[in-house]
Structures are given as structure tokens and as C-alpha cells.
């Protein structure tokens, strides 16, 4: 190699396009970039030059005509407006695509603390401030925060997202070239803020089945989940017919509340209902869980939900066939 190529390869201009979106994204980018330096250009070269042109004692024409500009006007006004919204226009569409997942995705979690990730695998596998995923999948993360605003930022594959407390925010990617790649966390949240950085390790399938298996053996997160619902004794309320709703097939089912509101059961509904159960009150029954805000930590959570969503009978498939 020669010396240009060692510095570029050490400090690249831009990093990989290792996932389905980077390409779009780059184009965008590159677009933008292309579209102002033009009009940068064309301005500063029309400074340029009728600053000379009309410069002290230049012999030019000085004389101000009164003249009908509207046309002149209307195209600087007509040009730039209809680049304005196809740039949207576009924007708009990838943006949307960018944040809607597709079907059939690979879900993992992810917990941002001070200054970790946390990551598990449905299986139960877990592993800090790594990220091991097959190549070619799409990738769904569920992600929460232990503390602070945390974001997950994988600049290879162009997605970054904030990690919030108190709620679920997603992100998804479908990586396409095996290799390894930077996880920083993009958002300042304290003293060891710029140390909380990591690696995706994009695998083949076969690869990432044998690094699955081997994992330290641990029971899946719904088995996790159902271990800690029989030691919190969730049970005695929750069945057919008990003092709290029945929670078989609860997840991602419509739930009627005191006062006729309807909201689906997903995620945020149920970390809710176990951290903060004042805050939604299912019509019928009466106000007296307890908050499990201080026994459970954000994985413990995550665990739980899962095996709820495990009593809804088809979600169970997924996360068995990681196993
Ligand atoms: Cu976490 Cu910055």
C-alpha cells in the first residue's frame, strides 16, 4: 500500500456501507453536499465576479433602469422551492423506511447504562458492549435505559437512536457484509461517556447458529421471565378468573381501561403496568398491584415481558427457534 492508502485505511474519510440503508442514506447525504456546493459556488463566483466588474473606477454602465424583474424573481423563487420539496420529498420517504421495521425481524435487547450495553439474545445468551448478529437478517432491537439518555450509534450500518429511561425506543438494520464494526454511544451522559463504545461482529449464518450455541448456557428470556413470575408470585392475581387481569394471550391484544379507553398491549403497556401500575387501570378490576419499580432491574423487565408474550402463543415460536 502506499502511504495515502495507509492513512485513509486508518482514518477513512467515510465508514463502511455495511447495512441495506447505508447506500440510501449516503445518497441523500451526497446529494444534499452536491446541491449546496453548487449554490455555494455559484454564488462566491458571482461575488467574485462583480466585485471586480463594478469595482471604484471601473468604466462600466452604473445607470439603474427601472425594469420589470418579476421573471428574473419568480424563477429564484420557483427553482429553489421545487428543490426544497423533492428533497423532503425524499427525505421524508427514507426517514419512514428508516424507522419502520420490517416483519419477520430478529429481536434482540438492548439496556444502555452507565457505561455499558447490555445486550441479550432471545435465547438468553447476553454479552457488554458487543453485538454479535448474522449477516443478511434483519435486525430489530428493543432498547431501554438503566440510568441516563444513552444512544446506540452504528455508523457502518448509518442508524443511531436514542436510549431513553422510562421507555422503549427500537432501531433496526439488516447487515450486509461480514466483518466487524464501532457501537458508540452518541449522546454525553457522564464522566465515562466517550469509554462507552463496542463492536458489532457481523457473522455468517452457520457462524452465528455455532457462537449461539456456544454462548454461555443460560435458559431463554422467557424461561428467565417465567422464573422470575413464579418468584414474584405474579400468579396468585393473574389467572383465569384472580384479582388482575389474565395474562395469557394479553400481549399485543386491546385492553379496555377504567373509563373506556382502548390500548394495545404492547411493550410500553406492560413495562408500564409492572413499574407503574396506577397508570393504567384495566376496567373491571381493582387498584392494588404494587410497583415493582425498585425490585426489578430493566433486563429483569425485558424477561418478564418476553414470557408474557410467550402466553400469547404464536410469539413463542420466534424465540424458541434461536435456541
Ligand atoms: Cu452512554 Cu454516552
Known sequence: MTSPEIILSTFPLFPDQASASAQRVDALYFALL???AFFAILIFALLIYFALRYRRGANVDRVIRRTDYLKLEMTWIVIPLLISFAIFGWAAKLYFDLK??????????????????KIQHPNGVREIDELHIPVGRTIKLTMTSQDVIHSFFIPAFRV??????????TEWFQPTKVGEYHLFCAEYCGTSH????????????SDYERWLREGVARESMSASGELLYRKLSCGTCHKPGGRGPDL???FSSQVKLEGGEVVTADRDYLR??????MGKIVQGYPRMM???RTQLTEDQVNEIIEYIKSMSGGQQTAARSME
Open 160 to 169: 443511531k437512536q436514542d436510549v431513553l429511561p422510562g421507555r422503549y425506543t
Open 248 to 250: 395469557a394471550g394479553l
Open 272 to 277: 408500564e403496568s409492572i413499574i407503574n401500575p
Open 100 to 117: 419502520t421495521p420490517p416483519g419477520s425481524a430478529l429481536e434482540l435487547y438492548v439496556v444502555g447504562k452507565q457505561w455499558m450495553w
Open 290 to 292: 404494587p410497583t415493582y
Open 34 to 36: 452536491a446541491i449546496s
Open 194 to 205: 466517550s469509554g462507552m463504545l463496542g463492536k458489532v461482529v457481523v457473522m455468517d449464518p
